[in-house]
């Protein structure tokens, strides 16, 4: 089963930018669909965003416009760069493998949008 570990979250003040990394290690990474998903303090966990095998992509309607995810297979990664942050995106971000709760996790990585 392939193993995901996310990257490069931080504190960032509203309307700044962040780009969040996941890589794998495992086998199987190219067939997977990848989803980013989070969980903020007293939420259940959302789908943020997801990109199929074939770089088909579908975004959350409250982060239409601003997030945009991406993947390298060669790689073996999944990206999600994310514009115009707001206050209400704090979360934890989880990369998944499958777009399914059955799929690989990592272990999150923290966003935090305050000034």
């Known amino acids: 089963q392939v193993q995901l570990v996310e990257s490069g979250g931080a504190l960032v003040q509203p309307g700044g930018s962040l780009k969040l990394s996941c890589t794998a290690s495992?086998?199987?990474?190219?067939?997977?669909?990848m989803g980013w998903y989070r969980q903020a303090p007293g939420k259940q966990r959302e789908l943020v965003a997801s990109i199929t095998n074939n770089a088909h992509t579908n975004y959350a309607d409250s982060v239409k416009g601003r997030f945009t995810i991406s993947r390298d297979n060669a790689k073996k990664m999944v990206f999600l760069q994310m514009n115009n942050l707001k206050p209400e995106d704090t979360a934890v971000y989880y990369c998944n493998a499958g777009v399914s709760p059955k799929g690989a996790w990592g272990q999150g990585t923290q966003v935090t949008v305050s000034s």
């Open positions: 495992g086998g199987g990474f190219r067939i997977y669909a």
